[in-house]
């Protein structure tokens, strides 16, 4: 496959100018403007964060992103689909007061919050996934998929069953409805090291499940409950939750990426990653722990697989931050060190198969130039 471009400018802000001009100029230079939009409906496609969380972007960025596409004759539209566990997205109703409180409206953004999947999370097509070795199909949010043109506006970050929350995540994932999430979580539902367990019920707090109660100051998962979703991993602080599947990440990672096929494929695509924040875990949990690394910049590209390449790239090289998840794990004595901020963060994780998947599907190429912009 060849190589794919990705674009690139740093926060870096002199007096005078503002980041939401470099991420037009940025999405301008990587080619939007050669989409045409005229009359179209563009479904832009990003993570409005769980409340309590942060760490998620700020509308001001998707606001350019939606005026960007409107100069185009475009009819933009900010989306995301229902979580699968009970937070505070799990219906439509919910999921737009969440969006609401976190500072999405039509004033701040300029355009409507529409929820991918409908009022309960049902509302799906199954799209036949091209090339798919996981997946013959996916079920995705049927307004995504009504959509004429898909952009993906994602914030990069750790990921506790995944590595990163990335474009594949954001996409993958994010485009699934319930249903469609429980098919890609299906692999493994993580298990209890009671040696490790230290009974602090941290786990059970973070379960939006109810799935975790306890036995003799011990955690319990009630499978019958639990869903998969890996958060009580990314919850426990003493690497008590794990999961006994050892395939079931990597199983994860490679679904994730055909439904982003799915996706993505046969219609015109445009995709946004802003590594700022990056936090351990990803926007879902209804917090953000100190980032692990440094605020690195924003990345736009055609390709998917490409652009979270780059991202991954440029995290692998920063300096990691002290006092944080992956400072700490690195500042342990006797730490087995993996040579990778993800792993060394979230030990548990495989993120390079999803990008493996993707590039052997079709979705994308793992070889990019980056062109830099200042
Ligand atoms: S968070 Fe970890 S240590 Fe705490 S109760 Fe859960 S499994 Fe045990
Ligand atoms: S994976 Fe963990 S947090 Fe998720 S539903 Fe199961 S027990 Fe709860």
């Not at 979580?83 to 300029?110: M, Q």
């Not at 009504?146 to 485009?175: Q, R, V, Y």
């Not at 046969?266 to 924040?277: A, E, G, K, N, Y």
Request: charged fraction near 25%.
């Amino acid at each position: 496959m060849e190589k794919s471009t990705v674009y690139f400018t740093d926060f870096r802000c002199p007096v005078g100018t503002s980041q939401i001009d470099k991420l037009k100029k940025l999405c301008i230079a990587a080619g939007i403007r050669n989409i045409d939009m005229e009359g179209k409906f563009v479904a832009i496609k990003m993570h409005f964060g769980e409340l309590g969380n942060l760490a998620f972007l700020r509308p001001n960025y998707a606001k350019a992103v939606a005026d960007l596409c409107k100069e185009q004759g475009g009819l933009p539209f900010l989306t995301d689909c229902n979580t699968l566990y009970p937070g505070s997205r799990k219906n439509a109703l919910e999921h737009l007061d969440c969006a609401n409180l976190n500072g999405f409206n039509t004033i701040t953004t300029g355009c409507q919050i529409i929820i991918g999947d409908g009022l309960r999370g049902t509302d799906e097509v199954e799209v036949p996934v091209a090339n798919g070795e996981y997946c013959e199909t996916a079920l995705i949010g049927r307004a995504i998929m009504d959509a004429d043109i898909f952009i993906s506006l994602t914030h990069f970050k750790g990921h506790e069953a995944t590595g990163f929350g990335g474009t594949i995540k954001n996409i993958g994932m994010g485009c699934g409805s319930r249903a469609g999430k429980m098919k890609q979580h299906a692999s493994g539902k993580p298990a209890i090291n009671e040696d490790l367990c230290r009974g602090c019920r941290r786990c059970a707090k973070e379960c939006g499940s109810d799935a975790i109660t306890y036995q003799d100051k011990k955690a319990v998962i009630d499978y019958d409950k639990c869903k998969g979703c890996g958060r009580c991993i990314g919850a426990c602080n003493y690497d008590a939750v794990y999961n006994p599947n050892s395939d079931a990440n990597e199983l994860l990672d490679r679904k994730m990426a055909e439904y982003a096929q799915a996706v993505c494929h046969d219609r015109p695509c445009f995709h946004i990653s802003l590594v700022q924040d990056v936090s351990p875990n990803c926007d879902c949990h209804g917090e953000n722990d100190a980032p692990i690394l440094p605020n690195i910049g924003m990345f736009a590209s055609f390709d998917p697989i490409a652009l979270d390449q780059a991202c991954a790239d440029a995290c692998l090289k920063a300096k990691p931050l002290d006092n944080s998840q992956l400072g700490d794990h690195l500042a342990e004595p006797g730490w087995h060190c993996h040579h990778d901020h993800f792993k060394d963060s979230n030990p548990n994780i495989e993120w390079k198969a999803t990008l493996d998947q993707g590039e052997k599907i079709g979705l994308g190429s793992r070889e990019y130039e980056l062109k830099i912009l200042k």
